[in-house]
């Protein structure tokens, strides 16, 4: 069966980082594009971060762009998200999703596989 398992979260200090890890099997990953969302309590699912199947693109939310990254392995079945200079307000469960549409759409509904989910608090 299809999984995604996001790992790597937990709590981080304002100013600091985190490598969010999602690996992927049970379909053929390297024809889905990738894409990283978050949702804080009472707010709607947010597109974070998206990479194009072989990687060639990305796209990144205003909000994080320059201190978020997004990269693929392709061999390892594995997207990652790097976080640096993480703010309180980064704080949400981070969910990685597959879809086939490659063109790094920010709509949840564009992706059809969904990790379980996993904390990302920034506090002191």
């Known amino acids: 069966q299809v999984h995604l398992v996001e790992s790597g979260g937990g709590l981080v200090q304002p100013g600091g980082s985190l490598r969010l890890s999602c690996a992927a099997s049970g379909f053929n990953f390297v024809y889905y594009a990738i894409g990283w969302f978050r949702q804080a309590p009472g707010k709607e699912r947010e597109g974070v971060s998206f990479i194009s199947s072989t990687g060639g693109r990305t796209f990144h939310t205003d909000s994080v762009k320059g201190r978020f990254t997004i990269s693929r392995d392709n061999g390892n079945n594995t997207s990652y998200l790097q976080m640096n200079s993480l703010k309180p307000e980064d704080t949400a469960v981070y969910y990685c999703?597959?879809?086939?549409?490659?063109?790094?759409?920010?709509?949840?509904?564009?992706?059809?596989?969904w990790g379980q989910g996993i904390q990302v608090t920034v506090s002191s």
């Open positions: 999703a597959a879809g086939l549409d490659d063109f790094l759409d920010t709509r949840p509904g564009a992706y059809e596989y």
